[in-house]
């Protein structure tokens, strides 16, 4: 590989590899060994998941905990721009939105982060200052991943310069399906070193990864080489964040705790556009997970429409009678 | 020879183009003026009200940026479509109103009749309801009408065809798009409407019939936020005045009821048309 951007990269590359952590830690010995462990991780009944989300899908959240619902995943919210029309006025604007969803009502909560491309994170980072809400990037050739790695590091530590605390990358989608699972592992370990102090959210892209063996496969490789949190999709993709796929991925997330003590978020992205859809997440995270994940720090959303649709749910509770799309913020 | 079983008909919502079944799997039976059962309705409850009013604000950009000339061929279309099922209709409003069968024909010939008539007024209203502004000043003010938006209908409780048509129509005639609770107890010809919408070439989600209780949806649809304007000539007895305060909260536009439900065979004028109008004014100078 060349490295015309970046000499570090090169040096990057001949240290040795980082072990994943114990109990794990001779997975990553060799290609076949990896591709052993990989492979040997329990199959997914596919009809099965999609059973048990259809059964946890029907669970009704009504009055109260419903209020409690529409609260919690606004504060999970990745208030998400990731056009190419995008400009530092619609991410102030966004950012204004994230600090005060709902103007009319000062209770509501604000959101966990704003989701930018990597050239606005300072706009965001400047807009949000004091505030606490966090500023995500993404990096690492967003959305398709096709660069050389050196581009990808370089991107990456430009967004941490900008001001962004959150980096979500995405893996190389080809390397995966090829069976190259170490170049795979080896490009996340180098990326969380470049985001140091920043959080890394690894995007598996479910859509393109075709089963949920593979997704399953995606998740413990991304946790096994150091991602604070696994996220479905780029939104690019369709399908995006499905519940077969969260479910999957939740699960992933409680096993690694359970074998490693090292607890693993999880963002579903994309596709997720009304609060019923969020509220079933909810009930699929404490079910599957467990309420240790019912934070902001351990589940995300990432949205741009869900934000409105929350909103309007939450007048609604709020004032007995149904609101409309003029009374939320357009964006 | 045998008696054929009869074939006994569950009707459902019309509601974005399609028929659903209430949310709330709720139905009622609906009879004649002697009590013998014609068919069961769905009885929609405030969520489908809510969808409905999703589909008439998704359908409202399209059907307001029709020409009006377009808006008037499509509003034709569907009296073509209402007099293929003449027969249908006459049986449906004798049987709910206790017509004969002649006095029931001359019903369902006058609704289609109104529905021509109105589907003419679309190009125009402009002519008639805007124009050009006398003003003292070096530029020209011209108004035109717009639709308002959003107009949800309570029909009229006893003309069950005539008068839901005389309501009806005048609201899509001026491009809004439409939330219709029909008559509770007379509300066949109305399904029929939505069978003959369907078919037409009005697109889905500008006209949504929820058949049903009025004094129930009726609270729901005065409170949304994201309804434009209501008509409360279906009101219940003595109702009108909660839904008219109900409907202040948003501003809406409010048609209130006459103290008794017309005669709609009454020649309507302009009087349902202006309501579920805005003026739009604009000016520019005068080149010098």
Excluded at chain 1, 132 to 143: C, D, E, K, Q, R
Excluded at chain 2, 198 to 206: K, L, Y
Excluded at chain 2, 208 to 224: K, Q, Y
Excluded at chain 2, 231 to 242: H, K, N, S
Aim: with cysteine; hydrophobic share 45%; net charge neutral.
């Amino acid at each position: 590989m060349t490295h015309l951007l970046d000499p570090q990269a090169a040096a990057a590359d001949a240290a040795p590899r980082r072990e994943p952590p114990p109990p794990f830690g001779d997975a990553t010995r060799s290609e076949a060994a990896f591709r052993a462990f990989l492979h040997g991780l329990p199959g997914v009944d596919q009809v099965g998941a999609e059973a048990r989300v259809g059964v946890l899908g029907t669970r009704s959240i009504k009055t109260t905990a419903k209020a409690w619902a529409i609260d919690t995943a606004i504060s999970m919210v990745d208030l998400t721009t990731l056009e190419g029309a995008d400009t530092p006025g619609k991410v102030r604007s966004l950012a204004a939105k994230a600090r005060q969803p709902d103007p009319t009502d000062p209770s509501t909560p604000r959101v966990a982060a704003v989701c930018v491309y990597g050239d606005l994170a300072g706009v965001a980072r400047e807009a949000l200052t004091g505030t606490g809400i966090h500023v995500a990037a993404v990096a690492t050739a967003f959305p398709s991943g096709r660069a050389s790695r050196a581009v990808k590091l370089a991107d990456v530590r430009d967004a941490v310069a900008n001001g962004a605390d959150e980096i979500d990358m995405v893996i190389d989608r080809g390397a995966f399906l090829a069976g190259r699972y170490l170049d795979v592992f080896d490009e996340i370990v180098a990326v969380k070193e470049a985001c140091g102090e920043a959080h890394l959210k690894v995007i598996l892209e479910t859509g393109e990864l075709v089963t949920l063996d593979n997704v399953r496969r995606a998740s413990w490789l991304a946790m096994l080489a150091g991602g604070d949190f696994i996220k479905t999709s780029t939104g690019k993709v369709s399908p995006a964040a499905t519940l077969p796929v969260c479910l999957v991925m939740m699960e992933a997330v409680r096993d690694f705790r359970a074998a490693t003590g090292r607890q693993v978020g999880v963002k579903p992205a994309g596709g997720i556009r009304t609060t019923k859809d969020a509220v079933k997440h909810l009930v699929l995270v404490n079910e599957v997970a467990g309420p240790d994940w019912l934070s902001p720090d351990w589940f995300r959303f990432g949205a741009s429409s869900l934000l409105n649709d929350l909103l309007l749910q939450r007048q609604k509770l709020r004032t007995g009678h149904y609101s409309g799309p003029d009374h939320v913020s357009v964006d | 020879m045998s008696d054929r079983l009869a074939v006994r008909k569950t009707y459902k919502l019309y509601v974005n183009g399609a028929f659903p079944r209430s949310e709330s799997g709720r139905t009622y039976e609906v009879t004649d003026t002697r009590g013998h059962f014609l068919a069961n309705a769905a009885r929609a409850s405030r969520k489908d009200a809510r969808d409905a009013v999703v589909a008439a604000r998704a359908a409202f950009g399209k059907w307001s940026g029709a020409t009006a000339y377009n808006r008037g061929q499509v509003l034709y279309r569907v009296a073509e479509v209402m007099e293929g099922r003449h027969v249908q209709f006459c049986d449906e409003v004798a049987a709910g109103e206790g017509l004969s069968s002649s006095r029931a024909r001359a019903a369902v010939d006058a609704a289609i009749d109104r529905w021509v008539w109105y589907a003419g007024w679309t190009d125009k209203l402009a002519a008639v309801l805007g124009g050009a502004n006398p003003i003292a000043g070096p530029y020209f003010g011209f108004s035109t009408p717009e639709p308002t938006g959003v107009v949800a209908v309570l029909a009229p409780q006893r003309s069950s065809l005539l008068g839901l048509v005389s309501v009806l129509a005048p609201v899509l005639a001026c491009g809004n798009t439409a939330v219709v609770v029909t008559s509770g107890a007379r509300p066949l010809p109305a399904v029929t409407l939505g069978e003959v919408l369907a078919t037409s070439d009005v697109p889905g989600g500008v006209v949504n019939l929820l058949t049903g209780d009025a004094a129930e949806l009726g609270p729901w649809l005065a409170e949304h936020d994201d309804v434009d304007a209501i008509d409360l000539t279906g009101a219940p007895a003595g109702r009108a005045m909660e839904l008219e305060r109900l409907a202040a909260g948003s501003i809406k536009r409010v048609v209130r009821p006459p103290s008794e439900e017309p005669d709609w065979t009454a020649d309507p004028g302009t009087s349902r048309l202006t309501p579920f109008l805005e003026t739009k004014s604009v000016w520019h100078p005068i080149g010098l």
